[in-house]
Structure formats: structure tokens, C-alpha cells
């Protein structure tokens, strides 16, 4: 099993800036990839950002360039930067983390953190 507990989320106005922070419960260093999901009221969940083990990132177009993904391995946390936060990145921010054990995958995830942008 592995817990992920999501922190740092709030209310802020448009164009300001928030970072999101996930502590997972066990090394994260060989995790196979670590994202950030969203998902906003009558909306389905989606991927937001992502890392992998070794360091690739990917984006979405809708928040390439003002999202950021890092990691820091020591402290097994997981960072999501965000500038320029505008209202429709209002929703509830879900941390994940994807494993490869005994050759299937594994999906975990943290109970979410709320983000409101308001305008």
C-alpha cells in the first residue's frame, strides 16, 4: 500500500500563484511515474502533470508553460508550481502515483486538495 496526502491548495485570485505538495509513504525514487490530476465539478478527472522515474515531464496544452512538476527524492514529495492561475483551473487536485509490481500496475492516489481561482 502506499499513502499520498496532498497539501497546499486554497483560494487565490486570477493570476496569482500556488504549489501544491504530496508526500507519498514510501521512496519515491523508484516509482515509475508520478502525476497531478484534476477535476472540476461535472467534469471528468484529468492529467494535469506528470514525472516520471527519470525525470520526463509532460503537460497538457492547457497548463504548459505556467505548471510545473519537480521531485525531491530525499523527502519523498512530489511539487506541483503553479503561475498564472486563471478560473478554470478551479478544482480539486488529486496526487498519483503509478507502480509496476509483479509486472502489473498500480494506481494510488491522495484524497485531493481543493485549488479555487477566482477572477
Known amino acids: 500500500q502506499v499513502q499520498l496526502v496532498e497539501s497546499g491548495g486554497g483560494l487565490v485570485q486570477a493570476g496569482g500563484s500556488l504549489r501544491l505538495s504530496c508526500v507519498v509513504s514510501r521512496s519515491i525514487s523508484s516509482i515509475s511515474a508520478m502525476g497531478w490530476y484534476r477535476q472540476a465539478p461535472g467534469k471528468q478527472r484529468e492529467l494535469v502533470a506528470r514525472i516520471t522515474s527519470g525525470g520526463v515531464t509532460n503537460y497538457p496544452d492547457s497548463v504548459k508553460g505556467r505548471f510545473t512538476i519537480s521531485r525531491d527524492n530525499a523527502k519523498n514529495t512530489v511539487y506541483l508550481q503553479m503561475n498564472s492561475l486563471k478560473p478554470e483551473d478551479t478544482a480539486v487536485y488529486y496526487c498519483?502515483?503509478?507502480?509496476?509490481?509483479?509486472?502489473?500496475?498500480?494506481?494510488?492516489w491522495g484524497r485531493g486538495t481543493q485549488v479555487t481561482v477566482s477572477s
Open positions: 498519483n502515483a503509478h507502480l509496476i509490481q509483479v509486472l502489473q500496475p498500480y494506481d494510488y
